[in-house]
Each structure stands twice: as C-alpha cells, then as structure tokens.
C-alpha cells in the first residue's frame, strides 16, 4: 500500500499522484494539469519549479446533512442578509423557495454572527435570539 501526502489546505494526494503519474517534475518543458472535482485543483510546471493551486469548483455544502440543502439551481437561496432590521432572502431566479445552497449557508452563519447568535466557534446562543428580526423571512 502507499499513501501519499496531501500538500497543503485543499491540494490533496491526488494532485501529488497526478503530478507522480505525469512526471511533471522531470519535464523541461512547462506542463499543466487541472482536477475538477468538488475542488479545482490546477498543477502547472517543470523540473525548475512546481506550483500548485485549489478553489472551489462544486457543490461543497449542498446536502452534507443540510436538511434543505440543494445545489444552486432555480429556488435555492443563495444571498442571505439583514435590511432595516427584516431578515432578506434571495433566491436564484426569483422564485420561491425550495431550499439554501453553499453561498446562502455562508451568509447565514455571516447574519448570525454580525447579530450574535452565534460566536466565532459556532456556539449558539439560545438567549440571543431576539437579536434577529420576529417575523417570519419572506423569500
């Protein structure tokens, strides 16, 4: 068996064993390679030097035990933020709600935090949560 390294933050083995397989580091001349997955991962270079490069590229939160969780498609709420106080929701296409995809997740614990629900370790406080606005959010 052999495990590979990751390299660091979101360039994993695979992106060592794609490097390994094409023997980019023995190239003189400059090669590039790109993984697109959940995250874009892009190797570009030759035996002078390699560098190396991830992003995000799918669906990374959508449905990892969100219980509305959905790609972003027509529906899904994808900005979520305070106006005047009413908590505002938007929605891709501008129809109604069908469930939150990754960007609203990130605006949601963004709300929750500049309102203090939540703290920065994600800790909810149940005795904040007059801070949000009492009505219903309309979509």
Same mark, same amino acid.
């Given at each position: 068996?052999?495990?590979?390294?990751?390299?660091?933050?979101?360039?994993?083995?695979? @992106?060592?064993?794609? @490097?390994?397989?094409?023997?980019?580091?023995?190239?003189?001349?400059?090669r590039v390679a790109v993984d697109?997955?959940?995250?874009?991962?892009?190797?570009?270079?030759?035996?002078?030097?390699? &560098? @190396?490069?991830?992003a995000p590229a799918g669906p990374?939160?959508?449905?990892?035990?969100?219980?509305?969780?959905?790609?972003a498609a027509l529906g899904a709420?994808?900005?979520?933020?305070?106006?005047?106080? $009413?908590?505002?929701?938007?929605?891709?296409?501008?129809?109604?709600?069908?469930?939150?995809?990754?960007?609203?997740?990130?605006? @949601?614990?963004?709300?929750?935090?500049?309102?203090?629900?939540?703290? &920065?370790?994600?800790?909810?406080?149940? $005795?904040?949560? $007059?801070?949000?606005?009492?009505?219903?959010?309309?979509?």
């Amino acid at each position: 068996m052999c495990l590979l390294p990751i390299v660091a933050g979101f360039v994993g083995a695979d @992106a060592v064993a794609v @490097a390994l397989a094409t023997r980019m580091d023995e190239s003189t001349e400059i090669r590039v390679a790109v993984d697109i997955g959940t995250n874009g991962e892009v190797l570009l270079g030759s035996r002078e030097h390699l &560098w @190396a490069c991830s992003a995000p590229a799918g669906p990374a939160l959508e449905g990892a035990q969100i219980r509305h969780g959905m790609r972003a498609a027509l529906g899904a709420i994808d900005r979520v933020g305070l106006d005047g106080g $009413d908590l505002a929701l938007h929605t891709i296409g501008e129809a109604s709600a069908q469930g939150i995809c990754g960007s609203g997740l990130i605006d @949601a614990i963004a709300v929750l935090l500049d309102a203090g629900v939540i703290d &920065w370790t994600g800790l909810i406080d149940l $005795d904040h949560l $007059d801070r949000l606005p009492p009505r219903s959010p309309r979509a």
